[in-house]
């Protein structure tokens, strides 16, 4: 007996293995003997998914015309395996096929008729696609339709650059056609099948197709869609960027959007840069965000200097859009979004920007963060409001200049008649790393003058003055010789200092209680300490 048939003699084996060896081994000798093609197609009639599977695989590398029907059969199978095998097989044999597939397409299921499509879209021949694009009129819906597309985009994305050329020729035509413009679902799913071709000569078919405004909308919208398959590759990207700028300022909002959605992908010439800025102020408030949105991911920085002019200028919620939209490239903007904070006089919107800088503050440059701590410091001397996002920033680029610098404001300010202003300078100051216990005595001094030294228990519970000043005498701070030596702190205050820290039951109490006892003598507060000496003395 011949060899390759006492091989084929194997697929009648009781063993599934053996069965399946043989069928594997005739598929890779590509053997076309008829008795070996009879063997394997009384095979395909009896066997169990596991045989048919290599059986099928096994045809469609021999590809005899005697099988053609039996894959079809094939593409018909309850178990999508066989239907998969079946399409790959059918497609070894060219557009010869192509009348035989049409004529099960009508009484096929819809597994079978996604199959038979597949089919098709492998083919690799103009008659074989144009049939598949007949098919989409037939479909019972545009879901329908769309599937059809979907199911044939591997295929064709995979295609020779010739074959796409006439896949191409085939849309064109087919979708000038009357019957096609008339069918919504058919002209929708063979647009998409244009964006699948990945090719960028589809460009007129589709910006043809967006700009025509007897089409619903929902077919320009796939035609802008599909167009993302290919912007980045065609060549005049100004004429492209035009049309999709033009579409998304006078459009429908649904055209626009996606338009606009498109126009992210490419780098936007700065001279058109204008008009998408421009857009963010458009009255339409939902245009505008897509605008917004879509100008804040554009690559480059020309796009973000455009993002940051927004966020500075446009009104309150565009500004907070802006900000969120951007926060992914805050590190890039940086140089942009520092030097808009220097402009911004407005503590809201300083705030904005600071919230994007605040992640990257230690990265600001010497200059800028000494800026930043400038404009900060002449805010403070003035009085004005509106300082504190540009000291936060600066705090966090340098925060022992930053100290430094509030603390020699503190000091000038304490110098004249601005008390509560240095008071409030002293506060900034006190929250720093680098304040000095010093600091905080100042601090503590400022408070104590704006208090009403009331020695009832409640209202000493709630004095700011008196939770510093313990917090310098636990830290150990000499709180006793400062106090001593300080003139600006009052009989007065000696005193109630002096009965606090007495009923702390700390030494610095009775020293402060006797200083004001060798001061104030035998007038009515020199007897109060006195006898309130005497009293902590037992």
Request: zero cysteines; charged letters at 30%.
């Amino acid at each position: 007996m011949d060899a390759l048939l006492r091989i084929a003699a194997l697929l009648e084996h009781p063993s599934a293995e053996r069965r399946v060896a043989a069928a594997i081994v005739l598929g890779e000798l590509q053997a076309k003997d008829h008795g070996v093609v009879s063997a394997l197609l009384a095979t395909l009639d009896r066997a169990d998914v596991s045989v048919r599977v290599p059986v099928i695989e096994a045809l469609g590398k021999i590809a005899p015309k005697a099988a053609v029907q039996k894959l079809l059969d094939a593409t018909q199978s309850e178990a999508a395996v066989v239907r998969d095998a079946a399409v790959v097989a059918l497609r070894a044999y060219g557009e010869a096929i192509v009348s035989d597939v049409k004529k099960r397409l009508s009484g096929a299921g819809a597994d079978g008729r996604r199959a038979l499509e597949a089919v098709l879209a492998g083919l690799g021949s103009k008659e074989a696609f144009t049939t598949l694009l007949d098919n989409l009129l037939e479909a019972p819906s545009a879901d329908a339709a769309k599937a059809i597309a979907l199911n044939a985009r591997a295929s064709i994305k995979n295609a020779e650059r010739d074959d796409k050329g006439r896949y191409l020729a085939a849309l064109d035509k087919f979708a000038a056609r009357k019957d096609v413009r008339t069918n919504a679902g058919a002209l929708l799913a063979a647009l998409k099948l244009a964006g699948f071709l990945e090719d960028e000569r589809a460009e007129a078919l589709l910006i043809a197709h967006a700009e025509d405004k007897k089409l619903p909308d929902g077919v320009r919208q796939e035609a802008l869609l599909s167009l993302r398959f290919i912007v980045q590759k065609v060549k005049k990207q100004q004429a492209i960027v035009e049309t999709l700028l033009e579409l998304g300022e006078k459009d429908s909002l649904v055209v626009a959007r996606a338009a606009l959605e498109t126009l992210a992908l490419v780098s936007v010439p700065e001279a058109l840069l204008a008009r998408l800025r421009k857009l963010t102020q458009h009255k339409d408030a939902e245009r505008a965000r897509i605008a917004v949105l879509e100008l804040a991911k554009m690559p480059g920085l020309k796009a973000l200097e455009a993002a940051v002019e927004v966020l500075t200028s446009a009104e309150r919620a565009r500004a907070e859009l802006v900000a969120q939209a951007i926060a992914g490239r805050a590190e890039e903007a940086m140089g942009l979004l520092a030097r808009a904070m220097l402009s911004i006089n407005d503590a809201d919107r300083a705030w904005l920007v600071q919230k994007l800088i605040r992640p990257h503050a230690q990265k600001l440059d010497k200059k800028t963060a000494k800026a930043l701590l400038g404009k900060a410091m002449d805010a403070i001397k003035s009085g004005d409001q509106g300082f504190e996002a540009a000291l936060a920033l600066a705090r966090l680029a340098d925060a022992e200049a930053t100290a430094e610098a509030l603390r020699d404001v503190a000091e000038a300010l304490s110098k004249g008649k601005t008390k509560e202003r240095a008071l409030n300078v002293f506060r900034l100051l006190a929250k720093s790393e680098h304040a000095t216990d010093e600091d905080r005595y100042v601090l503590a001094t400022l408070e104590l003058s704006g208090s009403k030294r009331d020695v009832h228990p409640s209202a000493r519970a709630q004095d700011a003055a008196l939770r510093l000043f313990e917090r310098l005498s636990e830290r150990g701070y000499d709180l006793e010789q400062a106090l001593l030596k300080d003139r600006r702190i009052d009989l007065e205050s000696k005193f109630y200092l002096g009965f606090h820290f007495s009923e702390l039951r700390r030494p610095v109490g009775a020293a402060l209680l006797e200083a004001v006892v060798a001061k104030a003598g035998k007038t009515k507060l020199g007897k109060i300490a006195k006898n309130r000496l005497a009293l902590v003395s037992d």
